[in-house]
């Protein structure tokens, strides 16, 4: 998770994705509104810039709202 403010990129733990968005365990990382997301390893690729829209401590709910992310 890279976040779109410059911050450093932190890890996350992604539960859960469909083709519109993502389910995150945060574990303490604080997620902000708007990040890039990079997967790695194999299966459907869902990199691309996200959006928040619920927060329920430690998980976090964000759509995709961009294309490709930027390598980091």
């Known amino acids: 998770m890279v976040p779109v403010d ?3 990129p932190g890890y996350c733990l992604v539960i859960d994705f469909s083709e519109g968005g993502v389910r995150i365990n945060s574990n303490g990382l604080k997620i ?3 990040f890039m997301l ?3 390893g194999y299966g459907p ?7 928040v829209v619920w927060r329920n401590d ?3 709910g964000a759509k995709l ?3 490709p992310s930027p390598t980091v």
């Open 65 to 67: 709202v961009g294309g």
């Open 45 to 51: 690729q869902k990199d691309g810039k996200y959006q």
């Open 58 to 60: 430690p998980f976090v």
């Open 32 to 34: 902000p509104d708007e």
């Open 6 to 8: 410059g911050s450093p």
């Open 38 to 40: 990079r997967f790695s």
